[in-house]
């Protein structure tokens, strides 16, 4: 079987390529080598209206939908630049991967990518680049953006504390046994059990396991 | 508003008077780049000429470019003995002041300052050697495909193209090039626009896209363009492949059906007419309406 998504499930890449082409007239599907891109104009549409429009070209990976699109705003209008979240390398960090559940779950479309993610970054861009703030905020670059996160979703300032919640989360199996991440003593079946399941199941183990090395 | 006041409302949307920050910035960095060629390449003594879209007449604000040509003489070895050596030592002296993205025969210029690296100045810098002391024709160094020179003659490219009478079709088409990421080259698309339309002049600028969208989606495979200053010589059919040709019968057939489904307005949108305040306002109303907000992050530290 192939290892390439689009060839592995033609169906999936058909049903995609009709739904993004048939929402944004200017974007293309284009298989270059292993990689499926999508090209062209993402115009940020409110009320009807064309707000604004960006060139960008979005690769979609050999294992996607499991890996998150790559975004490229390709109209050299953007710098590449920490405040602007694009990487030296010319991608953009539309969202921290760990939030993913909840702006793109598993089993959501490309279309809803466009929709969410994509949209509300561009829209930022266009904001920033007209002196405003980050609309909906921003998170801190590198491990201090995801400590951020974590802290926020979790109410603790404490890095110990996340670590621990992040070993349950990227952990093949959380054991009922196992001290409490919260570090009041207790096990975990008896304390924030529930807590470290409802996370398991919206953050990926990898993406977990990655964010734990990071912040490290 | 009948098709054809439309698509003059496109172009007028697309034009970028003499006054606009876009050129002003343009001649402004084209004077910096020139001195900065010059003075690395004093002994030299390089010609600097000016060609691209503003040279020829066909600029627009989605995708507008100065090509900045640097052609050395002759007899000269100063700037490299080789095209590829100029092309790389031109590229090198570049890179100390400019982000350099190299295409196939130029090095496109963007920024390398920290807080606005990788915008994009709209400049190639095209490095070569002229073929003679006439300093007419000059020989470029092509650093993708099998041929690695390419004979070539700017003041024939853009009176080509300046002469064609078809300006305002080519315009169109490479917003219709922009707008849907397609990868053909500009040089490439002008010459197939003015070819298919050299019976059209005269016809109304709908009718022109409709007839170079038509033969795109049914008859490109019969389509071959040639390159004025040097017809016989530079083949340009690995520019015109299978690959580009069905990329760009695909797009054309997206389009034709476009324009039956949903007019013409859904080719090119809507023509903006909103103040700069409007649009600001429209996009914080846009945001506040957002159901799921993200925030962006960045990988690196």
Known sequence: MSHLWHRRDPALFEKQKVEVEANFPELHFRVVGDLVLVVGTFPIIFMGTVLDR?????????????????????????????????NCDGTACVLLPDERWKAWPVGATLLDFLNGPVRNFFLGQSLVERGDPWPFGQWSHGAAGIREYYGELLNTRDTQVICQYLECVSAKKAKGHWPCPCGNGKRLRECHGATVQA??????RKDAATSLQRIR | ???????????????????????????????????????????????????????????????????????????????????EEIYANVRNVLEKKYLV?????????????????????????????????????????????EKKRLKTNLDVHIKHVKDSGVIDAIRLMKLWKVRNGLPIRNFVLELAVIKLLKSKKDAARSTQLEHIWTEFRDNIENLYVEDPANPSGNDLSHLLNSTMKGTLAAGAGRTLALI??????????PVDEKKETEKTEALRRAAAAVVTPTRPWLREA
């Open chain 2, 101 to 145: 993205e190299p295409k196939a025969s130029a090095l496109r210029l963007k920024d390398l300052n920290t807080q606005t690296r990788g915008v994009d100045f709209h400049i190639d810098v095209v490095p070569g050697r002229f073929t003679d002391d006439e300093k007419s024709d000059a020989f470029l160094y092509i650093s993708t495909g």
């Open chain 2, 260 to 269: 039956g489904t949903s007019g013409w307005e859904a080719v090119f949108g």
């Open chain 1, 54 to 86: 960006y060139s960008v070209e979005i690769a979609l990976a050999t294992d996607y939908p499991k890996s998150l699109p790559s975004v490229r705003e390709i109209g050299g209008r953007i710098p590449w630049a920490a405040e602007r979240h694009i």
């Open chain 1, 199 to 204: 996370l398991r199941e919206k953050i990926a």
């Open chain 2, 1 to 83: 508003m009948t098709t054809n006041s439309y698509l003059s409302k496109v172009l007028a949307s697309q034009t970028l008077g003499d006054e606009s920050n876009e050129l002003k910035a343009l001649q402004e960095r084209r004077a910096e780049v020139e001195k900065f060629l010059r003075q690395h390449f004093e002994g030299s003594s390089p010609t600097i000429r000016y060609g691209g879209s503003k040279a020829k007449g066909t600029m627009i604000r989605e995708s507008y470019d100065l090509d900045i040509a640097c052609y050395f003489p002759r007899d000269d070895t100063a700037a490299g003995e080789t095209l």
